[in-house]
C-alpha cells in the first residue's frame, strides 16, 4: 500500500513548493488616504501553488490590500515581496515586478475597438516584446484553456460579460505571471455567467497557480481556496482553511459579516427598525 499522499488532493496546492520562499509575503503594510488608515498592519503569506481567498465587508481594504501587492497602490509602511523580491525597494524594476503578477478586475477593461486575440496579442508585444507570430500563438493557447477559442476574431462588445470576464484572465494569463490576483471578478456579472468564470479559476488554482481571489462567492471559497482570510477596518481578523473561517467563524465580526452574506433577508431584518405595535388589534 502506498503511503504517499502527495498524489491527492482536490486542487492543485499540493504541486506547489510548500518549503521554500512564499510567492507573496506581504510584512507590516500599512496604507493610509490622507487621514484614512484603511490597511493598519497587514501581514501575509502565500505558498507557491496556494489559493487565498479574501473576504470582508466593503471598505474593509481588501482591494487596496491586492492593489498594494502589485505595487498600483504605494504602500505607506511594510514591505511586499513577490517570488523573494522586495517590490516595495525603492530601486526594484516595477515593470518587471509586474510581469510577473496578473490582475483581474471587476470590470474587464478590455479594449473594445481591438478583436480578441489583438487584446491578448498587445500586452504581449508592448511590454514583453514578443514579435506578432509569437504573441499570436501564446494568445490561442490561452483562448483555448478559458474555452472560448472560437471568439478569437471577435470583438468585446459581442461577448457576454462572462466571456469578456474570460478573455480578461486569458489576456492576464498570456503574459505568463507567477501569481494572479482577482479583484471580485464575478460581481459584476449576471448570476447565469459567473460559474463559467468560477470554473476558469478553479482549473488554475488546480493546475498550481498561485492566486489571491477577493471574492463574495463563498462557495468557490469553500471548495476551491486553501485559506480564507477575513479582513475589516483594515486588519486581518481571522484566517485559516475555508472550514473553519467560514464553517465555524471564532470572532465576532466574521460571524456578522457571514449571517449577512449567507442571509441578505437577515440583514434587512437586522436594518429595518422593528414595526410599530398595530394598535388595531
Ligand atoms: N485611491 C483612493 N483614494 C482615497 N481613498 C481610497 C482610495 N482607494 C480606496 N480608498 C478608501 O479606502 C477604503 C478601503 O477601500 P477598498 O476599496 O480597499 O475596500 P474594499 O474592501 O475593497 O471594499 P469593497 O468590498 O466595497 O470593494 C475605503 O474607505 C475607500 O474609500
Ligand atoms: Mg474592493
Known sequence: MSTDNSAGGNNGAENGDRSGTPEIRVHGLHKSFGDNEVLRGIDLEVASGEVVCVIGPSGSGKSTLLRCVNLLEEPSKG?????????????????????????????????????????????????????????????????RRVGLSEKATAYPGSLSGGQQQRVAIARALAMGPQVMLFDEPTSALDPELVGDVLAVMRMLADEGMTMMVVTHEMSFAREVADRVVFMDG????????PSQVIGSPTHERTRHFLSRLLDPAMAEVEDTPPPEPDKSV
Open 79 to 143: 514591505q511586499v515581496f513577490v517570488g523573494g523580491t522586495e517590490i516595495t525597494d525603492p530601486d526594484v524594476d516595477i515593470d518587471a515586478v509586474r510581469r510577473r503578477i496578473g490582475m483581474v478586475f471587476q470590470q474587464f477593461n478590455l479594449f473594445p475597438h481591438l478583436t480578441v486575440t489583438d487584446n491578448l496579442t498587445l500586452p504581449q508585444r508592448r511590454v514583453l516584446g514578443r514579435d506578432k507570430e509569437a504573441a499570436a500563438k501564446v494568445a490561442a493557447e490561452n483562448l
Open 234 to 241: 483594515g486588519v486581518i481578523v481571522e484566517q485559516g482553511p
